[in-house]
Nanobody, 118 residues
Framework: VQLQASGGGLVQAGGSLRLSCAAS????????MGWFRQAPGKEREFVSI????????RYAASVKGRFTISRDNAKNTVYLQMNSLKPEDTAVYYC????????????WGQGTLVTVSS
């Protein structure tokens, strides 16, 4: 499975961005899809996950209520709508695929940079 993340950019605090992650080369609805991020000088951290059918989602406490994950299995794409962005949301955002019966993320996208200015 190949993952291509896009949609990053520069935005002012309080603004919004929508990230997309397009998958190819596999059966998309076999995978739970996650978003992670890595800020400069910090370790990669979990942001959100959506199950293979879209019926369940989970968020990191730091983004809950501001970010929304969704997926369109017909388009093999997962999205991350980010609202009320804060400077601390600045990071490279990665999408990742987790086979629905496993706990590890087998496939990762290349990352897209989100910069939030104060």
């Amino acid at each position: 499975v190949q993952l291509q993340a896009s949609g990053g950019g520069l935005v002012q605090a309080g603004g919004s961005l929508r990230l997309s992650c397009a998958a190819s080369g596999g059966t998309f609805n076999n995978y739970n899809m996650g978003w992670f991020r890595q800020a400069p000088g910090k370790e990669r951290e979990f942001v959100s996950i959506i199950t293979w059918g879209g019926g369940s989602t989970r968020y990191a406490a730091s983004v809950k209520g501001r970010f929304t994950i969704s997926r369109d299995n017909a388009k093999n794409t997962v999205y991350l709508q980010m609202n009320s962005l804060k400077p601390e949301d600045t990071a490279v955002y990665y999408c990742a695929a987790q086979y629905r019966y496993r706990s590890d993320y087998a496939f990762w996208g290349q990352g897209t940079l989100v910069t939030v200015s104060s």
